[in-house]
């Protein structure tokens, strides 16, 4: 006697039978089965089989993973080698990781091409070599529904089991995968982790997007700078790889930032089509974020809505210049936003009890922007 197909398994068939044969929608078919628990958060898998059936495709029809030469391999690795370059030591560990449970790890660019493979990829296996191979198009246009053109498209972490992927041919697969955002935001590409008929592991989904994120920091210090700020609601910073990055050059100016940063700085969202200054972001003078490189320990630095983070700043080196020490405008600035800050945001009392006059502090703060009242 065969193995019983699992719960899981009935509730895909009932979703491909829905869609993918009557052109209903999955949540007529699944209001019990699977919509309460599973389809809710997932109803980018029905969106991804409605556009390949718009494309033309067929579940049934064959899947043809087309052959690269080698000089196409080294053409796509050459093009993506900043990526690969940035990716590859958290590819060998995520590799590692999953080996245990026959995943293996696939890095793509943004259209979907790999780009770099690592871990336990059984040659003999047609399912395995026929995808974990440099130049191979593994976009949804190629191969339908999958963990690497659903992370592409939804640009969001996601998780596939069986036929969850489009097509029947790739069935066989299970795979989780992780969109890959470069240092101005833009998607560079994407990182995937792929079983061939293997049990279920949606925790995965996690790990990758975990690995994706240090994988966007590296691809943030690739990039030439002369300062890194580490950035952190508390007082004091959280751990390595967890915590909102962003390098200025020595001008001031942002060159890189990493997605935690750009949600704790919306000014940052820009940055893919327009130049954005540390001023735009600190209420403070930009030349104090390269003193506070002399600091050992975090220090608070206020944002102009109101708000304050917890900044650690360093040279690319990770050293501080020799000798340096905080310039007596940078300290006399720092005095005087501590002012107002302890008046509430009152540059009136602020500057009784400085004993200067208001339009000075005015002056100091960098204009009214700097001031509540």
């Known amino acids: 006697m065969g193995t019983p197909p699992s719960p899981r398994l009935e509730q895909i068939a009932l979703a491909r039978q829905s869609v993918l044969e009557e052109g209903a929608g999955a949540t007529d078919a699944l209001v019990q089965a699977w919509f309460d628990r599973t ?13 390949c059936l718009a494309a033309g495709q067929r579940p049934g029809q064959t899947v043809l993973f087309a052959p690269v030469s080698p000089a196409a391999q080294r053409r796509t690795a050459q093009a993506a080698e900043r990526l690969q370059s940035a990716a590859r030591p958290e590819l060998e560990r995520l590799a ?18 790999v780009v770099d493979t690592a871990g336990a990829i059984d040659a003999r296996d047609r399912h395995a070599s026929s995808i974990a191979r440099v130049g191979v198009d593994l976009s949804e246009r190629s191969i339908g529904t999958s963990a690497i053109g659903a992370a592409l498209s939804e640009l969001q972490p996601v998780w596939l089991h069986r036929g969850e992927h489009f097509f029947q041919a790739t069935s066989v697969y299970s795979c989780a995968g992780a969109p890959l955002l470069g240092p101005t935001g833009q998607c ?10 293997v049990p279920e592991r949606p925790e995965l989904r996690h790990l990758v997007a975990r690995a994706a ?28 790889g ?29 940055l893919a ?31 102009w809505s109101g708000l304050r983070v917890a900044l650690q ?61």
């Not at 560079?188 to 008929?197: F, P």
């Not at 300062?227 to 952190?232: E, F, M, Q």
Request: aromatic share 6%; proline share 7%.
């Open 313 to 373: 700043a360093s040279r690319p080196d990770g050293q501080a210049p020799a000798g340096a020490r905080p310039s007596l405008k940078a300290l006399e600035s720092e005095l005087i936003h501590q002012a107002v800050r302890d008046a509430g945001g009152n540059v009136a009392e602020a500057a009784r009890a400085l004993g200067l006059s208001r339009a000075t502090v005015y002056r100091r703060l960098g204009g009214p922007r700097g001031a509540a009242r």
């Open 96 to 113: 590692r990781a999953v080996a245990p449970i026959r995943y293996f790890a696939i890095l793509t660019d943004a259209h979907g091409t």
């Open 213 to 240: 994120r240090a994988i966007e920091n590296a691809l943030v210090l690739a990039e030439p700078h002369a300062l890194r700020l580490h950035l952190a609601w508390a007082e004091s910073l959280p751990g390595e």
């Open 39 to 51: 389809w809710a958060e997932r109803g980018w898998i029905e969106r991804s089989w409605r556009r």
């Open 188 to 197: 560079q590409g994407m990182l995937d982790l792929t079983g061939v008929e």
């Open 242 to 270: 967890g915590d909102a990055l962003l390098c200025l050059d020595a001008d001031g100016r942002v060159v890189a930032a990493n997605g935690a940063a750009r949600q704790m700085l919306p000014g940052l969202s820009v």
């Open 273 to 303: 089509h327009a130049p954005v200054h540390a001023e735009e972001l600190f209420a403070l003078p930009w030349p104090e974020l390269f003193d506070a490189a002399c600091a050992r320990e975090p220090r608070p630095v206020p944002l």
